[in-house]
């Protein structure tokens, strides 16, 4: 097979990669893409998208069951609904492949050239690919590594049997009668979740405190609450210790080293992931680590000329928009643009019932730095709007600098919150102060209302409170 020469190669086409070679084909850039698996990566194939998925069915699917029991003051009656889990899968699979369609359409459109199969380094400007019609080498002037991340897995619980990742959570045959969740973090919640609404008597272990340790008490209050409404039973302070194979239970590990077995069908391990850092050959470069992630600059280049890394295999936050933006800003960088990275904020979202939104910092951190800061926050209980939707639970918060109003966080819970991340974000990137988003024209009614209501309020005026 001839060898490829080009100006920019990218190793992974999920969204950190494919984003950076789209950007790269459209500034002209010779550019050619290996990926393993499907276009789109984790996100797409099997994280972000199919998730949301499902979580989407669950809530459709939860809402009209529970009409069917209690009576609902909207005058809706209806009939216990029924669940073909299949056809829901189906319907989940058809927007995964509609979108890896997409991004195969989107790559072509750029001029950029895929190669599939597993990419390995030979040294710093060559790498090979085993395809299916052969060993293709591909030699260029600057590589992006864009390997991604891999669920971590636990040495008392590996993979298997019962035992699952995400990954097979997401393409399950059928619901589990009795779901246990190792890690009450950002997966471990959201499918938790999803799979409890669908029918599936859900316990969630977790070795901290509290869920979702991420997040300040505040936010998840609203989250824990609707757990428990929702039957899911939550052992914090509690370890995963191993598999009871005669039994098919969960052996955990108590704070007071007490030892107890859940009763499982599926345990669903969701305790973190790793960079995907094996088996491309990093042993034939040098680069400089950053524990167990690649160690990048401002411009995203690692410790040697010419060689790039972007999305999770760089570390935390490992979510989809930190990789795009890092992908885009490095095709600019090789294209000769002067960027560096400059974003105020890194916009969190997590898909629980009711989601939570964090952009920015929190009054907690503000004083951990020493900011002295005001701090509004807006009920939707409040809202008209989320009255009208039975949205009552939850609040928007903003967070700003006690002299000079300067916006440093916004935080909220709530229904269908995440589609507020864009405005709270563009609040931080714009540098607005209060009485910029105090003085703005919220659109009524809206949930969105709240946001102008918490700056009032830090500003001592709130109007609707
Ligand atoms: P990845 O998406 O992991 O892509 C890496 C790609 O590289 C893969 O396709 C892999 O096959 C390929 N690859 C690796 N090595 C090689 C090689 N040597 N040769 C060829 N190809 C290779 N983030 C959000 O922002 N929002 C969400 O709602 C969200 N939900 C999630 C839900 C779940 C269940 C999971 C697991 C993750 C979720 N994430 C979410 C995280 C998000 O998926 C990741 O942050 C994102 O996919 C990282 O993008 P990436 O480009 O760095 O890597
Ligand atoms: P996570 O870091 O969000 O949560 C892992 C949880 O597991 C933590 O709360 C931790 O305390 C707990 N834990 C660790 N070891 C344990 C043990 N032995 N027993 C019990 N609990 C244990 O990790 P995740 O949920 O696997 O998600 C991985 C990453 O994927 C996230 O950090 C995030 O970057 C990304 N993600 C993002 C979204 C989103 O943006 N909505 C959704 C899903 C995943």
Request: charged content about 20%; glycine content about 12%; aromatic content about 4%.
């Amino acid at each position: 097979m001839k060898d490829i020469s080009c100006k920019l190669l990218v190793i992974g086409a999920g969204p950190g990669g494919y984003v950076c070679a789209i950007r790269a084909g459209q500034l002209g850039i010779d550019t050619v893409i290996v990926e393993a698996g499907k276009p789109g990566g984790t996100c797409l194939n099997i994280g972000c998208i199919p998730s949301k998925a499902l979580i989407h069915a669950a809530e459709e699917y939860e809402k009209i069951a529970h009409w069917a029991e209690h009576q609902s003051p909207l005058g809706i009656a209806t009939a216990k609904p029924v669940l073909d889990f299949a056809k829901t899968v189906a319907w989940k699979d058809g927007i995964v492949g509609r979108l890896n369609g997409g991004v195969s359409g989107l790559l072509k459109k750029a001029h950029v050239k895929v190669v599939q199969g597993w990419a390995k380094f030979r040294d710093g400007k060559t790498v090979e690919v085993e395809t299916e019609t052969g060993l293709q080498v591909i030699r260029a002037e600057n590589v992006v590594i864009a390997t991604g991340s891999a669920p971590v897995m636990l040495p008392t619980l590996p993979f298997g049997g019962p035992v699952i990742s995400s990954a097979e959570a997401l393409s399950l045959s059928e619901v589990p009668d009795r779901l246990v969740v190792v890690g009450g973090g950002y997966i471990g919640l959201e499918l938790g979740t999803a799979f409890a609404k669908l029918g599936a008597k859900v316990t969630v272990v977790e070795a901290q405190a509290r869920i979702l340790p991420q997040y300040d008490t505040e936010l998840t209050q609203p989250v824990a609450k609707r757990l428990r409404q929702l039957g899911v039973e939550v052992l914090t302070g509690a370890a995963a210790a191993g598999l009871d194979q005669v039994n098919s239970a969960l052996v955990i590990k108590t704070s007071e080293s007490k030892e107890a077995r859940l009763p499982a069908d599926k345990i669903l391990v969701t305790v973190g992931r790793r960079p995907v850092t094996d088996g491309w050959g990093l042993d034939q470069l040098v680069l400089d680590m950053d524990g167990r992630f690649i160690r990048i600059d401002d411009k995203c280049r690692t410790s040697m000329r010419g060689i790039y890394a972007i999305g999770d295999v760089t570390g935390e936050p490992m979510l989809a928009h930190r990789a795009m933006a890092q992908g885009e800003m490095v095709a600019e960088i090789v294209a000769g643009h002067p960027r560096s990275w400059d974003k105020r904020t890194i916009p969190a979202v997590c898909f629980t019932d009711p989601e939570i939104v964090a952009v920015g910092i929190g009054p907690d951190e503000a004083r951990e730095k020493g900011v002295e800061t005001k701090v509004g926050i807006f009920p939707f209980s409040a809202n008209g709007r989320a009255m009208t939707k039975l949205g009552e639970q939850g609040f928007v918060r903003v967070v700003a600098r006690a002299d000079n109003h300067l916006v440093l966080g916004v935080q909220a819970v709530g229904q269908g919150i995440s589609e507020m991340a864009a405005a709270f974000s563009l609040a931080i990137e714009m540098g607005a102060r209060l009485e910029d988003i105090a003085g703005t024209i919220h659109a009524h009614p809206t949930q969105g209302e709240g946001f102008q209501e918490a700056a009032l309020k830090a500003l001592g005026h709130g109007l609707h409170i």
